[in-house]
């Protein structure tokens, strides 16, 4: 079965500090990865997605990911966090190649920032 | 930008009654999406439409009904409710057919608490 799995529900970093978020996940082909963020009373917006090609991507608010398909990983990264950033982050796979576009999403990870 | 539009907001219901909730999709996006998504959980995929089709169902109850219209608005009719249908629903669209590729905007959600 296809799963998505956010090891840490609750992230505390300072501002300024490097984040990265973890996102594992298990399927049975080859993946559409995403990242949404979702600010509270927010619906859920798109930070990256990957799809092919460069396993490095990049998304806005200076976010980036990198898919790893050995270790079955695409964990999310920040050099530098801003007070803005705090929020609840999901990570989220689709089926390649499918004529669904429904997306399986990991628990969600709680970002803290501390000033 | 125009984005995706749900209503009502906020829904409050009693056990055993029915609600509705609706979606009305960005400008020429032909495809919804419904999520639910529990207290502290993850959004889960219920059910999904393109071209006022159904093209995908995930766990949606039978109590649950839902039709996209010909102006490609969506209803999500919930009946005989429960205390588990607490929940915030999010309505998703997209550009052409249900694909992950297809990028999907979500909506801000209705949040239905039931008493």
């Known amino acids: 079965a296809q799963s998505v799995t956010q090891p840490d529900i609750h992230i505390t970093v300072s501002e300024g500090a490097s984040l990265e978020l973890r996102c594992n996940y298990s399927?049975?082909?080859?993946?559409?990865l995403f990242w949404y963020v979702q600010s509270p009373g927010q619906g859920l917006q798109l930070l990256l997605k990957?799809?092919?090609?460069?396993?490095l991507v990049q998304g806005i608010k200076g976010f980036e990911a990198e898919f790893k398909r050995s270790q079955s990983s695409f964990n999310l990264r920040k050099p530098s966090v801003h007070w803005s950033d705090a929020a609840e982050y999901f990570c989220?796979?689709?089926?390649?190649?499918?004529?669904?576009?429904?997306?399986?999403f990991g628990q969600g990870t709680t970002l803290q920032v501390k000033p | 930008a125009a984005g995706v539009i749900q209503s009502p907001r906020h829904l409050i219901k009693e056990k055993r009654e029915t609600a509705t909730l609706k979606c009305y999709p960005i400008?020429?996006?032909?495809?919804v999406y419904w999520y639910q998504q529990g207290p502290g959980q993850d959004p889960q995929f219920l059910i999904s439409?393109?071209?006022?089709?159904?093209?995908d169902k995930g766990s949606i109850p039978d109590r649950f009904s839902a039709q996209q219209f010909s102006d490609y608005h969506s209803e999500l009719n919930m009946s005989s409710l429960e205390l588990g249908d607490s929940a915030l629903y999010f309505c998703?669209?997209?550009?052409?057919?249900?694909?992950?590729?297809?990028?999907?905007?979500f909506g801000p959600g209705t949040r239905l608490t039931v008493l």
């Open positions: 990957y799809f092919s090609g460069d396993t």
């Open positions: 989220a796979v689709g089926r390649v190649s499918s004529n669904t576009g429904k997306l399986i």
């Open positions: 998703a669209s997209s550009l052409a057919a249900p694909n992950p590729n297809n990028e999907q905007f």
């Open positions: 399927y049975g082909a080859t993946p559409y």
């Open positions: 439409f393109y071209e006022k089709m159904q093209s």
């Open positions: 400008p020429r996006h032909d495809t």
